[in-house]
């Protein structure tokens, strides 16, 4: 069985400051990791995704995320918030193969001091 | 987003009614997903399908079925509304299995 642990579920920056968005997760195969963003009343966007090789991913909207596999951790960055980064991110796991099932975390909150 | 549409997009009825949702896609995905979300629980898998008439279980199945007869056409059954049904309903799809591009959602109440 796999699962995700996105700790807390909230948290606050300022503009302008570094933004880092924790997830662990627990997998008997070596997983697929996804960070997702989503935004009031719409749906959930995918930010970026890890799979295989280099464990540095870099996303859209300057995000990215390191694959630590002796850590189990796949944490979320960027270097410098901006107001429209607020917003819930989901960290997600999968097992490698078309029909292995997505497991959320449950979500954190991003809010963005001015 | 990604060619999918929900419908519709909010409901409200009441509890013991039976409700259908749409999920369209224009992409000729071969998976389709429903998800749950609730606070505190991020999303649910509740059904997919991997192909026409191919449809499997997720993690919170009990009281939802599926049908799909056609590769664009995903729809949800709730048989008989309960409150506890009351949440977001996410409709994903995907070319692969991963990853999985969502719709924009349907907001069910169930009073």
């Known amino acids: 069985a796999q699962s995700v642990t996105q700790l807390g579920s909230h948290v606050s920056v300022s503009e302008g400051a570094l933004v880092l968005l924790r997830c662990n997760y627990s997998s008997s195969v070596p997983p697929y990791l996804f960070w997702y963003v989503q935004y009031p009343n719409q749906g959930l966007q995918l930010l970026l995704k890890?799979?295989?090789?280099?464990?540095l991913v870099k996303g859209i909207n300057g995000f990215e995320a390191e694959f630590k596999k002796s850590e189990t951790s796949f944490h979320l960055t960027k270097p410098s918030a901006h107001m429209s980064d607020a917003a819930e991110y989901f960290c997600?796991?999968?097992?490698?193969?078309?029909?292995?099932?997505?497991?959320f975390g449950k979500g954190i909150t991003l809010s963005v001091r001015p | 987003d990604a060619g999918i549409t929900q419908s519709p997009r909010h409901k409200v009825t009441e509890t013991g009614t039976p409700v259908t949702l749409r999920c369209h896609q224009t992409?000729?995905?071969?998976?389709m997903y429903w998800y749950r979300q609730d606070p505190g629980h991020g999303l649910r898998l509740i059904h997919y399908?991997?192909?026409?008439?191919?449809?499997d279980k997720g993690e919170v199945s009990d009281g939802y079925s599926v049908s799909r007869s056609k590769t664009e056409d995903f729809l949800l059954t709730l048989e008989s509304a309960t409150s506890s049904q009351t949440s977001v309903y996410f409709c994903?799809?995907?070319?692969?299995?991963?990853?999985?591009?969502f719709g924009d959602g349907t907001r069910l109440s169930i009073l």
């Open positions: 997600a796991v999968s097992e490698a193969g078309a029909n292995s099932k997505l497991t």
């Open positions: 994903a799809i995907s070319e692969s299995g991963q990853p999985q591009h």
């Open positions: 992409e000729n995905h071969r998976y």
């Open positions: 399908s991997y192909g026409v008439k191919d449809t």
């Open positions: 890890y799979t295989t090789g280099a464990t």
